[in-house]
């Protein structure tokens, strides 16, 4: 593939790509994340003067200037972003081969990297790794928790290979295939000294006035929460925290009288053990369904599809116990 360089000679990208030493995507990966010459030389352990000429002889390779130098750091420009994303997403893949790699030299099964949102953490997902476990106990299993949104984002760049959770946009059925497992609903939680424990049913109007605990916006709870609200022509008046982090939401309701919405799975789990308190109301909150989420047109390894299969399993085993 040839393009044209900035001094209008033309390039051929493949070789320009074969001249980047995996020590100049180390330096690009760097670069990215401090967008400083200084910073990005001491993570290097090189001096600045030498980084400056990492930087020139990429540019030179690539015949393209890809950061702006300004006074107290650097910029990309829009060749220098699709660059540094090449360098992320080969770094990754290294990286992941280096861990796969030194699994199954160690005699292990593989090395599988799951990201999930936090309501299946109640039931689903603990009971599908136990299966993996006594299926494949030598198997390397890394669990990630974030909202959906994250988590697409990481399978894009390949950062997990495979995804428990929904799609939050239409477009991105073009880049994933989803496969339904579970249906999830919600319910208003408070900590377990809440006034509110006691009531019979709590309207919208009265919740609102309390101070609530909310998932980030984009997020497929978060949408929920905005809509029972919207319905209600009404808005959480007393206070917010954004957060995706379940635990960290617990934590904060056993201190405050702070509300949020979780899903049934960890409502039970949560209340049952005396850490949480359902508080009760007729709201009907109901959540989009959630499944596995994969790659489309790529094939996921052996240890991702037999975790699928297993989550398979397990979610029709839940369905049935409904």
């Excluded at 001249?19 to 967008?35: I, K, P």
């Amino acid at each position: 593939m040839t393009f044209s360089s900035d001094s209008g000679k033309p390039l051929n990208l493949a070789h320009a790509c074969a001249r980047l030493r995996f020590r100049h995507l180390q330096f690009l990966d760097a670069l990215g994340q401090t967008r400083n010459l200084r910073l990005a030389a001491e993570r290097m352990h090189i001096t600045q003067p030498a980084a400056t000429k990492v930087l020139a002889d990429i540019e030179e390779i690539l015949g393209s200037r890809l950061f702006e130098r300004l006074s107290r750091g650097v910029r990309p420009n829009e060749l220098g972003l699709f660059t540094l994303r090449y360098a992320s997403d080969v770094l990754g893949g290294q990286r992941k081969f280096v861990e796969e790699f030194n699994a199954l030299r160690a005699g292990g099964h593989g090395y599988l990297t799951v990201g999930a949102i936090s309501g299946s953490s109640g039931n689903l997902l603990p009971a599908a790794v136990a299966e993996m476990q006594r299926q494949r106990p030598l198997l390397v299993l890394l669990i990630l928790e974030q909202s959906s949104n994250q988590l697409a984002q990481w399978l894009a760049k390949r950062k997990i290979d495979v995804m428990l959770g929904r799609l939050t946009d239409p477009d991105q059925s073009v880049q994933f295939h989803y496969e339904r497992l579970m249906d999830e609903r919600l319910h208003v939680v408070g900590g377990p000294h809440h006034p509110l424990r006691l009531e019979q049913s709590v309207e919208a109007r009265e919740l609102a006035n309390w101070p609530w605990i909310l998932y980030p916006p984009g997020t497929a709870i978060r949408k929920v929460s905005d809509d029972i609200f919207t319905r209600a022509g009404l808005l959480p008046t007393a206070g917010v925290v954004l957060t995706p982090s379940f635990l960290f939401s617990m934590e904060l309701m056993q201190s405050t009288n702070m509300l949020t919405l979780v899903p049934t799975a960890l409502a039970d789990k949560y209340v049952s053990k005396g850490l949480l308190a359902r508080i009760s109301t007729d709201l009907p909150v109901r959540m989009p369904d959630y499944g596995v989420v994969t790659r489309r047109d790529e094939t996921p390894s052996p240890a991702a599809q037999a975790f699928i299969q297993v989550l398979r399993e397990q979610a029709r085993r839940f369905d049935m116990d409904k």
